[in-house]
């Protein structure tokens, strides 16, 4: 019997979507491919007794497209969103080396990171993740889609930002796509908070999107190449090649704009906001856009963070040389990593991780003895790790378990609201009419699922599914 194919595209003028759905009847089976327009897509199969419940599955799905706005297409007329990395321009310190315990070579560039009381994590551009403990132990690996562009946590949850416009939620077993974003954004940069994305981007936008993957709102920036977004309760804030602005989460007002060279990076305390700068400095300045000092490097600077509220300030710049500063503005050390500039940085415990050009999360003694040791040129000696030899394959993203007992966990349904489709829980204890923030990859009307957790999101009036997510029978 021969073989059937429709191929519809959605791709909307104002950039909100831009994919595509596949539908194949091959006797008795379907397969069923989608993804964003120019990928190589997801794939499902399902099998049906005989060809003619295949066919009426089929022309159910394709309706099901049809109504939401997708229409009939030539396979490779419209192209793949563009993606832009950032130019790697870095050149050697000239500064005493910096006491390096260890360092992990990733393999690729590395601009992912993200440091707990436990763990360390690093995600480079071929899309890979690798978890490590505080003594450089390689805990998991998992491998997404595409390049990772920024590793971002928002209370319990662990987000990853990849060049294939995905946001994935890296709280499961299994990575899930939790936002989906314009496919004409060129993403830059991304920040959350209690569910609410921040997406900077190449053209200088900024954008806010709610838990339920859905825009806020969307505007030009004042300039272009916006490497900074940092997101807190009240603003989102915004670097770009003009300087720095505040905008309001909910409706995209913008607070203030402050003038500094072009950011390269943003990092955010509790009252202030810290922009890396080509200009050579990092600009610290209050949230209510009054600019409270810079601090001068020698060189563009990539990267920054800082000790809790800014009581150490650092910075990465384009010549592998990192800096630490005091709160005044004062100067304190410079010294070369050993292994690329830092594309992004974090502070915790006396210890400054980096990632690098070089693709190194390397792991620096930042204790007063050690610094004061390494300026005298003793360094301890590096403990080199590499990683494993053969590449994790793709997480099967969309792929989910399927159980019959529901066991310990919480029960939540997917079901049909105005032509959109809403998760929400039927375990009691729980507010029946709230919405639970759940990947849209893996929704179907009528699902149930088990999930490890549901917690309430710090604004209330949603859920946010958290851990494991499987189908019930």
């Given at each position: 019997m021969s073989q059937e194919t429709t191929y519809l595209e959605l791709s909307e003028?104002?950039?909100a979507a831009h994919k595509f759905y596949e539908v194949e009847v091959d006797d008795t089976t379907m397969t069923v491919r989608f993804g964003r327009i120019g990928d190589q897509g997801q794939v499902k199969t399902?099998?049906?007794?005989?060809?003619?419940?295949?066919?009426?599955?089929?022309?159910?799905?394709?309706?099901?497209?049809?109504?939401?706005?997708?229409?009939?297409?030539?396979?490779?007329?419209?192209?793949?969103?563009?993606?832009?990395?950032?130019?790697?321009?870095?050149?050697?310190?000239?500064?005493?080396?910096?006491?390096?315990?260890?360092?992990?070579?990733?393999?690729?560039?590395?601009?992912?990171?993200?440091?707990?009381?436990?763990?360390?994590?690093?995600?480079n551009e071929r899309g890979v993740i690798t978890t490590l403990d505080h003594?450089?132990?390689?805990?998991d690996q998992v491998r997404l889609p595409d390049g990772v562009k920024c590793i971002v946590a928002d209370d319990a949850w662990v987000y990853a930002g990849c060049d294939d416009g995905n946001v994935y939620d890296l709280s499961g077993k299994i990575p899930r796509v939790a936002y989906a974003i314009a496919p004409d954004i060129d993403i830059y940069w991304l920040d959350i908070h209690d569910g609410v994305l921040g997406v900077s981007d190449a053209d200088g936008g900024?954008?806010?999107?709610?838990?339920?993957?859905?825009?806020?709102?969307?505007?030009?920036?004042?300039?272009?190449?916006a490497w900074m977004v940092r997101c807190d309760p009240d603003a989102i804030y915004h670097g770009d090649s003009t300087g720095v602005s505040g905008y309001d989460w909910r409706t995209g007002r913008e607070l203030w704009h402050t003038h500094t060279g072009s950011v390269l990076f943003g990092w955010q305390?509790?009252?202030?906001?810290?922009?890396?700068?080509?200009?050579?400095?990092?600009v610290r300045i209050f949230k209510d856009?009054?600019?409270?000092?810079?601090?001068?490097?020698?060189?563009?600077?990539?990267?920054?963070?800082?000790?809790?509220?800014?009581?150490?300030?650092?910075?990465?710049?384009?010549?592998?040389?990192?800096?630490c500063f005091a709160a005044d503005g004062t100067r304190l050390w410079k010294l070369g990593t050993g292994c690329g500039?830092?594309?992004s940085m974090q502070y915790h415990d006396e210890r400054l991780f980096v990632v690098t050009t070089s693709g190194h999360l390397a792991c620096i003694d930042a204790s007063e003895p050690a610094i004061r040791a390494a300026e005298a040129g003793s360094v301890p000696e590096v403990v080199d790790v590499k990683a494993p030899a053969r590449l994790p394959e793709p997480a099967p993203v969309t792929e989910v378990e399927v159980i019959a007992d529901t066991g310990d966990g919480v029960v939540v349904e997917c079901v049909e609201q105005g032509g959109r489709l809403r998760v929400q829980v039927l375990s009691t204890g729980y507010h029946r009419d709230w919405s639970v923030q759940f990947p849209k990859g893996i929704r179907e009307p009528g699902a149930r699922y088990l999930v490890t957790d549901v917690r309430e999101s710090g604004r209330g009036g949603f859920y946010r599914a958290y851990g494991d997510i499987r189908r019930l029978r």
């Open positions: 003028v104002d950039g399902s099998g049906y007794p005989d060809n003619a419940r295949a066919r009426a599955a089929a022309a159910k799905k394709i309706g099901e497209k049809i109504r939401k706005g997708y229409a009939p297409a030539v396979r490779g007329v419209r192209q793949k969103r563009s993606v832009s990395r950032r130019e790697i321009v870095s050149t050697r310190s000239t500064a005493r080396t910096a006491p390096v315990l260890w360092r992990y070579d990733s393999g690729a560039p590395a601009f992912g990171i993200f440091v707990d009381g436990r763990t360390c994590t690093v995600g003594d450089a132990r390689v805990l900024i954008a806010a999107i709610d838990h339920e993957d859905e825009f806020l709102w969307r505007r030009a920036g004042r300039g272009r190449s305390e509790r009252d202030t906001v810290f922009a890396g700068t080509a200009t050579r400095e990092v856009g009054r600019a409270a000092r810079s601090y001068r490097a020698d060189a563009p600077v990539f990267s920054c963070a800082t000790a809790a509220d800014g009581r150490y300030v650092f910075a990465g710049d384009s010549q592998s040389s990192i800096y500039s830092a594309y």
